[in-house]
């Protein structure tokens, strides 16, 4: 097993909003660990922190070992952290193939190869439309895309904010099950989610986020089970 | 005859805009900010290489190749020192700035090179003029180099953005700047990159346009860089392509107007033009719709 993320105490400011007060949690080797928590509780900025985008003004943000907490965003993609953010942010002016070129910005060279096909297993979609400009791909690619961009970094970790936000629930099935698939080949995985239902089913532990601060945490069948997770989460 | 040889001069001019409005275009594309002291750096590029030849006795090629060296160094540290510590700050302290850049390099110029206008000699000094149809038509070394020149580096760097490494990460910087940062691109770098290669591009415009227009002075890269400013805008603020378009029809407009119309309203009637097609296209010809990200 082992620890692959440590989160220690981070504390995250924007302006004088104070948005993250105390955030701990860790992440091991192989494991799904889901945020979950209201919009605005301050589940992305948790994960903008991680990926060097936010800074923490106190506290420590392990990864593998070395602290990153001040270390560049993009100095962290090389180090084996990759990050899918909400809203995907594929580049919508370039094609499927060049957006997952960026993707493997930090790839050692004669990894790309292996990777560009990976990423063509895992998301057969994706293969048909390499020349495509991305911006005219629908939804449920464009995560797919947008995943696919992360994996060509060969990461550790791969974080995922809002994976399902806006699919139909048949894409959102598809997505999760592609997640699942990852992270059975190795891949360990932080993910957060609105669709806490969804996230605590393949969940291996899950923390819930409330107003910036972590109420609750458990294994994700536990959560699920809890009462004050399904009465404000599950719908009841 | 008049209008061929109108359309030559125009074209001349318009590479030159061209040239200088990439320098525009490509740094607002890349870094959202509209860098006001761009067109100074044209008038530092035609000093240098004036300086080079003049004093030192050096061939005007050789100049050229030390100014663009310089005026790229310059547009290095010009970011770094200026613009590089307000990123995030508002785009207005960042304007301010740039304004603030331009009247200190004008006056940089003016404490070291003085208010009196230097004659500049010519890239081109003793090549043939080429006169064709009974000499009515004259074509001067002068603008047949800038038009080719322009051509060359609008297909250098067309092929530059869109197939190296490099190249492309400035396009996704272009497109997010944090989407960039999570695939590892260095954007500083990236920024760094687009004035190296602007700045360097300026000194070519600079050396380019004082060849044809001899006449160098502290304010000569004033006048250059607002009119390649609007070649930009009109073009479509973010293209590269928009910025080739854009510099050609000004310099046209700008030529036959002085040919036509009047002399005096030249200037009028190119600026007119820009606020008609602004109004019919606010995002310039080739421009692309933005949708602000909330």
Request: charged share 15%; proline share 2%.
């Amino acid at each position: 097993m082992g620890t692959v993320l440590t989160v220690e105490n981070i504390n995250v400011y924007y302006g004088a909003i104070h948005a993250i007060k105390g955030i701990s949690f860790d992440v091991n080797r192989g494991e799904i660990v889901t945020l979950i928590g209201a919009n605005g509780a301050g589940k992305s900025t948790t994960l903008h922190t991680v990926s060097g985008l936010l800074r923490s003004k106190t506290g420590d943000i392990e990864f593998l070992e070395s602290s990153i907490a001040h270390t560049a965003a993009h100095k962290i993609v090389s180090m084996g952290i990759s990050h899918v953010p909400e809203g995907r942010r594929i580049f919508q002016g370039m094609t499927v193939e060049e957006n997952l070129q960026m993707g493997a910005f930090v790839a050692k060279k004669d990894r790309i190869a292996h990777n560009l096909e990976y990423v063509y297993e895992q998301f057969p979609r994706l293969k048909e439309r390499t020349k495509q400009i991305a911006g005219t791909l629908s939804g449920g690619e464009q995560q797919m895309l947008a995943m696919g961009r992360a994996l060509m970094s060969d990461p550790e970790l791969l974080m995922l904010d809002e994976p399902s936000m806006g699919l139909a629930p048949i894409l959102v099935d598809q997505i999760f099950e592609i997640i699942q698939n990852l992270n059975k080949a190795g891949t360990t995985i932080l993910l957060v989610e609105q669709n806490a239902q969804m996230a605590l089913s393949v969940a291996d532990r899950a923390y819930v986020i409330e107003t910036g601060r972590i109420t609750l945490s458990g294994t994700g069948e536990e959560l699920a089970k809890s009462d004050e997770v399904r009465k404000a989460y599950l719908g009841g | 005859m008049t209008f061929l040889n109108s359309l030559i001069s125009g074209l001349s001019l318009g590479s030159v805009y061209a040239i200088i409005a990439l320098g525009y275009t490509m740094v607002y594309g890349i870094s959202k900010m509209l860098n006001f002291a761009h067109g100074d750096v044209i008038m530092v590029g035609g000093y240098v290489s004036f300086c080079l030849t003049m004093y030192v006795g050096m061939n005007g090629w050789v100049a050229l190749l030390i100014a663009m060296v310089v005026c790229t160094l310059l547009g290095i540290i010009i970011e770094r020192l200026a613009y590089r510590p307000l990123r995030g700050t508002g785009s207005l302290a960042v304007l301010i700035t740039a304004i603030g850049v331009s009247y200190f390099l004008q006056n940089a110029a003016l404490l070291i090179w003085g208010a009196n206008p230097r004659v500049f000699t010519s890239l081109f000094n003793g090549a043939e003029t080429i006169h064709a149809a009974n000499g009515q038509l004259t074509i001067t070394p002068e603008s047949l180099f800038t038009i080719i020149a322009n051509i060359v580096i609008m297909i250098v760097l067309t092929l530059f953005v869109s197939k190296t490494k490099a190249g492309k990460a400035m396009r996704a910087v272009s497109e997010d700047n944090g989407a960039a940062q999570l695939m590892g691109i260095n954007v500083n770098q990236s920024i760094s990159m687009t004035f190296a290669i602007g700045s360097g591009l300026a000194a070519v415009a600079g050396v380019l346009m004082c060849s044809a227009y001899p006449v160098l002075m502290p304010t000569t890269g004033a006048m250059p860089g607002i009119k390649a400013f609007t070649a930009a805008v009109f073009g479509g603020i973010g293209s590269i392509p928009g910025a080739m378009i854009g510099g050609l029809i000004l310099g046209i407009i700008e030529i036959f107007s002085r040919a036509y119309i009047s002399t005096e309203l030249s200037d009028a009637i190119v600026f007119a033009c820009l606020i008609i097609v602004l109004l019919v296209k606010p995002t310039g010809l080739l421009g692309k719709k933005v949708s602000e990200k909330v």
